[in-house]
């Protein structure tokens, strides 16, 4: 009994992460997901759509490209597909700046990764996250200067 005592007092003094933390967690969980080979687990944390562009920061007109928009059936395809195809997947993630607006927040990250076909160090990539149903999730990214193989 006492040990129940001890949790539920634990639980109580544990203080509830901040948007910040939580939005951070969310984007961690995503590579952790990929790393693991789970796609049930990715779908777990993206959204109901989910976006993903480049940006190049040399300027001029295509300066920011689309790469895919996923929804429905395509976004529950695409961590299964993706892990099908460009397994084994390696992420270390550095937050540089989280910013929250009631349900919608930007964290902007430096990334050093690979999968089968491209590394990458140091890329800077903006991750788009949305709350819905009380849960932070990854809608889109902006990567910038993505470092595609020669």
Known sequence: MATAWLAVLFLAATPAPTDEEAVVRALKEYHAAFEAGDPARVLEILG??????????????????????????????????????????????????????????VVMARETGSNKFRNWKDEETAWMLGRTEGRWRIVGQIIVDIQLPK
Do not use: C, M, Q
């Not at 976006?51 to 299964?80: N, Q």
């Open 48 to 105: 109901p759509t989910y976006f993903i562009g480049d940006e190049r920061s040399a300027g001029g007109k295509d300066r920011l490209k689309a790469h895919f928009f996923k929804v429905g059936e395509t976004l529950r395809d695409w961590p299964k597909n993706f892990l099908a195809s460009s397994a084994p997947y390696r992420n270390s993630t550095v937050v540089s700046s989280v910013s929250v607006r009631g349900d919608s927040a």
